[in-house]
Nanobody
């Protein structure tokens, strides 16, 4: 099994920054791609950024391009999401997810492992 634990969420003013972390443990060799999803109240969960564990491929949703940066540290089995120029519309619970395939996909049902989520609130 794989365990994913997010951290780094919180309350920030619009224009501010936060860095989320996702620490993976267990059978991490079974993870080939990971992503950060978010879910705002009343909305579906959406993929905002994804990364192949090798680091050579990344994906960003249009809404966060140029503001968010996804990265990973293989030695620490940790994935990060640097979020800059935050907007109130970025307010959501952010989840990290992993899958047993190298292909980054947007459908949440295609991910095998999930963290518990961390709240990000951006005030105006």
């Amino acid at each position: 099994q794989v365990q994913l634990v997010e951290s780094g969420g919180g309350l920030v003013q619009a224009g501010g920054s936060l860095r989320l972390s996702c620490a993976a443990s267990g059978r991490t060799f079974s993870i080939y791609a990971m992503g950060w999803f978010r879910q705002a109240p009343g909305k579906e969960r959406e993929l905002v950024a994804g990364i192949r564990w090798s680091g050579d491929v990344t994906y960003y949703a249009e809404s966060v391009k140029g503001r968010f940066t996804i990265s990973r540290d293989n030695a620490k089995n940790t994935m990060y999401l640097q979020m800059n120029s935050l907007k109130p519309g970025d307010t959501a619970v952010y989840y990290c997810a992993g899958r047993q395939s190298r292909i980054i996909v947007t459908a949440e049902r295609e991910y095998d492992y999930w963290g518990q989520g961390t709240q990000v609130t951006v005030s105006s």
